[in-house]
């Protein structure tokens, strides 16, 4: 997926510009081959997407046991689980490494670690363009979770003004950054993407394994901001007769949940990698809930969509616009009742729930696929490495 041709010259910066050329790319994010969680999807999908386009990636990352495979390592504590430090030396290897790999662009995906503040000076300093996609999610709400998020984005705001774009998921959290002072100019939105060839509707057979005539699934990591308590509560309250909830993710709360809602009809699985089975588990899914308090745009919300699963999921971050007219848009403000509601609606109404199946598949086909995505991030490196090329054009 990774590689550094040895065929390449110096990048050309004449009069015609780098495009000429194809376009090398220091890509800054999360190995692949690290824990299943969005950032993680992100950063694979993106990078085997960019190469089989025909770009170069370059990939940087914190994991030491990936740094023979033709991607940089760079060293770095783990502080909190999605908080990530840079050691001494970190800015001046990745400075170094950029020169030697001779790259054209560089993409940060956020949040990578605090040497994502220091980006921008570094490709100032070597004359190539850097580009940012702005994962922390947020909600525009006086809750606090929504104040805590404010706080962040405005932590941000500075360092991302440094950047020649921003990438953003929706209009929502692009206002947001120009509230806080980042540039309009610099901000793009493309939303994040899935594969809707791969994840499809189709059968499966794992409802078998779990018992039950219907399977309601939540799937993602479990930290408290995710909300799981309350989806767990409501179908306890509301008992639909013949469901039954799979719980796919694992973080902090897991064990936590797993005690307080022990019961026959309610399955933890911890974390679940494989994209296989991931699949599986969706295709036979008769809905998909995301009460979460504070989201981005969730990979996995797509991709239960694009397998043609119902969804109910709470209007924060940019999800609201995603499945108005083709899901279930619960109110993080009354979460707790419109979950009781979806549980049961969805339960005593299968139809229903095949018809929002079949609407989410289409709303993903239409705005939210990984081709769209990548021909959209790869006109904008394109567009940047032309004009850096041109700036450093012998007489520009």
Same mark, same amino acid.
């Given at each position: 997926m990774l590689r550094l041709p040895d065929t390449r010259g110096p990048a050309s910066h004449g009069t015609d510009g780098p495009s000429q050329e194809r376009?090398?790319?220091?890509?800054?994010?999360?190995?692949?081959?690290?824990?299943?969680?969005?950032?993680?999807?992100?950063?694979?999908?993106?990078?085997?997407?960019l190469t089989a386009r025909d770009l170069d990636v370059v990939l940087f990352h914190h994991d030491r046991s990936h740094d023979l495979d033709g991607s940089v390592a760079l060293r770095a504590w783990r502080i909190f689980d999605r908080l990530t430090v840079e050691r001494a030396g970190s800015r001046r290897r990745l400075e170094s490494a950029l020169r030697e790999h001779d790259v054209d662009v560089v993409h940060v995906s956020l949040l990578f670690s605090n040497l994502a503040?220091?980006?921008?000076? &570094?490709?100032?300093?070597?004359?190539?363009?850097?580009?940012?996609?702005?994962?922390?999610?947020?909600?525009?709400?006086?809750?606090w979770w929504g104040g805590l998020s404010r706080v962040l984005y405005r932590l941000y705001s500075r360092p991302l003004s440094g950047?020649? %774009?921003?990438?953003?998921?929706?209009?929502?959290?692009?206002?947001?950054?120009?509230?806080?002072?980042? @540039?309009?100019?610099?901000? &793009?939105?493309? @939303?994040?993407?899935?594969?809707?060839?791969?994840?499809?509707?189709?059968?499966?057979?794992?409802?078998? %394994?779990?018992?039950?005539?219907?399977?309601?699934?939540?799937?993602? %990591?479990?930290?408290?901001?995710?909300? &799981?308590?309350k989806l767990l509560q409501a179908f306890r309250d509301v008992d639909p007769p013949g469901v039954r909830l799979l719980i796919a993710g694992g973080g902090k709360e897991r064990a936590r949940l797993e005690r307080r809602y022990a019961s026959e009809r309610i399955t933890f699985l911890g974390d679940v990698r494989q994209h296989e089975d991931r699949v599986a588990i969706l295709r036979a899914s008769d809905a998909f809930f995301l009460p979460s308090l504070i989201e981005g745009l969730s990979l996995a919300l797509l991709e239960a969509m694009a397998c043609g699963?119902?969804?109910?999921?709470?209007?924060?971050? &940019?999800?609201?616009?995603?499945?108005?007219?083709?899901?279930?848009?619960?109110?993080?403000?009354?979460v707790e009742a419109d979950l009781r509601l979806a549980i049961r609606t969805l339960a005593d109404s299968p139809r229903l729930g095949r018809e929002l199946g079949r609407a989410a598949r289409r709303r993903v086909v239409s705005r939210y696929s990984l081709d769209a995505n990548l021909d959209r991030v790869v006109s904008l490196y394109g567009s940047l490495v032309q004009v850096s090329g041109a700036a450093l054009a012998p007489g520009a």
């Open positions: 376009i090398r790319v220091a890509w800054l994010g999360h190995h692949p081959d690290g824990a299943g969680d969005g950032l993680t999807t992100y950063t694979r999908e993106m990078t085997r997407g503040l220091d980006v921008p000076r &570094v490709c100032r300093r070597l004359g190539l363009p850097s580009i940012a996609t702005l994962h922390a999610p947020f909600d525009v709400r006086t809750t950047y020649d %774009r921003v990438i953003v998921f929706g209009e929502a959290q692009r206002q947001l950054l120009i509230d806080m002072g980042v @540039p309009a100019g610099a901000l &793009v939105v493309i @939303p994040n993407g899935v594969d809707v060839h791969s994840w499809s509707p189709g059968p499966s057979s794992l409802r078998q %394994r779990f018992g039950g005539d219907r399977l309601f699934t939540f799937m993602g %990591r479990l930290g408290a901001e995710k909300n &799981v308590d699963v119902a969804v109910a999921a709470t209007d924060v971050g &940019v999800h609201g616009d995603v499945l108005r007219g083709a899901g279930i848009v619960l109110d993080p403000m009354r």
